[in-house]
């Protein structure tokens, strides 16, 4: 069973270019997720996706964020006109609508962005 | 708003002991999973063991099990015959259920070394 897959696992950019991580989910899962986590703290939420409907989207994803998923497969999530404060683990999680287990989410490896 | 904390920075344990990670959390919503993963150093986030509001039992995963007080709103991980492989860090996490957000909201983390 593949788990979840994230390209590219590092990122060096510099200030002001714009970046693109894409996110595979497990095969059969309809839900997927990206958080962000900066070091020294827990994954903070970043927005959802239920198929290809983006349903949920936090306040941390300024308007320099965008994340799409065509056709309900894989995820992209692009950062427009990168800040030094964007250096962050970005990480990529799906899970399949249940009602056991609270909707597990599985995470992939996740991508280390660093903006000089 | 819902709120995880994890009031251990770090723990120390001898390898075979059991030891216990301490999670509290705050919500309004009656109905909630609890969640608690594992990240080793390679930043990969794995599922460890989930807790619904309305479990009857303490969900117990193998090594894992969950210590649940729900009039105390805490969701402690005990470890049991710790092994150097579970150095890592832990994060506990929450989801409300009836709100209809998917978002998990993570606590800070606890650090784990487990000694020869």
Known sequence: ????????????????????????????????????QTLGQ???????????AQLE????????????????????????????????????????????????QYFGPGTRLTVL | AQKITQTQPGMFVQEKEAVTLDCTYDTSDQSYGLFWYKQPSSGEMIFLIYQGSYDE??????????????????????????????SAMYF????ELNTGFQKLVFGTGTRLLVSP
Request: glycine share 6%.
């Open chain 1, 57 to 104: 989207k936090s306040r941390l994803l300024s308007d320099r964020f965008s994340a799409e998923r065509p056709k309900g497969s894989f995820s992209t999530l692009e950062i427009q006109r990168t800040e030094q404060g964007d250096s962050a683990m970005y990480l990529c999680a799906s899970s399949l609508e249940s009602r056991g287990r609270g909707d597990t």
């Open chain 1, 1 to 36: 069973d593949t788990g979840v897959s994230q390209n590219p696992r590092h990122k060096i950019t510099k200030r002001g270019q714009n970046v693109t991580f894409r996110c595979d989910p497990i095969s059969e899962h309809n839900r997927l997720y990206w958080y962000r």
């Open chain 2, 57 to 86: 039992q303490n969900a117990t995963e193998g090594r894992y099990s969950l210590n649940f007080q729900k009039a105390r709103k805490s969701a402690n991980l005990v470890i049991s015959a710790s092994q150097l492989g579970d």
């Open chain 2, 92 to 95: 506990c996490a929450m989801r």
């Open chain 1, 42 to 52: 827990g994954p903070e939420f970043l927005t959802y996706f239920q198929n290809e």
